[in-house]
Structure formats: structure tokens, C-alpha cells
């Protein structure tokens, strides 16, 4: 893992939030659930505006913390869709930290997303191909 700041993804953040105290533990470091929560949200995002409707995740595939993110700090998640089945959507996710008051961005958890796309009657339903 460096410790230099590395290159952001291109295009803007599908969320930015700030990490607030009541996300973090006693030592002032946010919980991964809540980081993971918000890499969700973003392929969420993703996943119902390919699809067009409602989906829902089915699964998170090697999630990785690479540092910690610290109350205060700027959190940036990019969210891009990197495959499509019959009715399922694989999003690749970045999370990334700038301090508030500094520039440099660190990449600190990325994550494969699986998501189906659901019909109203709660079953499976056909996806758009990913655009050539």
C-alpha cells in the first residue's frame, strides 16, 4: 500500500459525504460497515439507472480497506458498471479520502458489486447490454 495520493478516477463521484462522528469508532476512525454502506448506495445508483427500475444486491465481492478514513474527512465513491448479464449488473467501486483541508486523495476501499435488477412482482428481470 503507498502512502502517496493517488490519481482519481476520471468523471465526477457518484456520492460525496462528509464522515461524521456518529460513523466512527472511539478512536475517530469511520466503520467499515458504514464505508461499505456508502459503496453500496453509489452502485445502487449505478445499477437502477442502467436497469431502469429497481435492483438489488446480491453480492460484494473482494472488499478491500487499503487506510482509514477519519471523521471529517471528505469521502468520494466512484461507481462504474463494468458488466452485464441477462438480468444481473457488475459495478466496480473506488472509495477515496481527501482531508478537509488538504488536496491529495488516497484510494481507501474498492470493491466488486453484483446487483439484479427486479421486476414489481419481486423477480428478476431482463437488463439493457452494457452501451459498445
Do not use: C
Not at 4 to 29: E, K, Q, S
Not at 37 to 61: I, P
Not at 100 to 108: G, T
Amino acid at each position: 500500500m503507498s502512502s502517496l495520493p493517488g490519481v482519481l478516477p476520471d468523471g465526477a463521484p457518484t456520492i460525496r459525504v462528509t464522515a461524521m462522528p456518529a460513523d466512527a469508532n472511539p478512536y475517530g476512525d469511520i466503520f467499515g460497515g458504514w464505508l461499505m454502506g456508502q459503496m453500496d448506495l453509489a452502485a445502487g445508483s449505478v445499477a437502477s439507472r442502467h436497469s431502469g427500475g429497481r435492483a438489488v444486491t446480491v453480492a460484494a465481492e473482494g472488499m478491500k480497506f487499503h487506510r482509514p478514513v477519519i471523521v471529517g474527512d471528505e469521502v468520494s465513491v466512484y461507481a462504474t458498471l463494468v458488466a452485464t448479464g441477462s438480468t444481473s449488473m457488475t459495478i466496480d467501486v473506488e472509495a477515496w479520502r481527501r482531508s478537509r483541508h488538504k488536496e491529495e486523495a488516497f484510494m481507501v476501499t474498492q470493491a466488486r458489486f453484483v446487483f439484479v435488477a427486479m421486476g414489481e412482482d419481486r423477480q428478476p428481470r431482463r437488463v439493457p447490454p452494457m452501451a459498445a
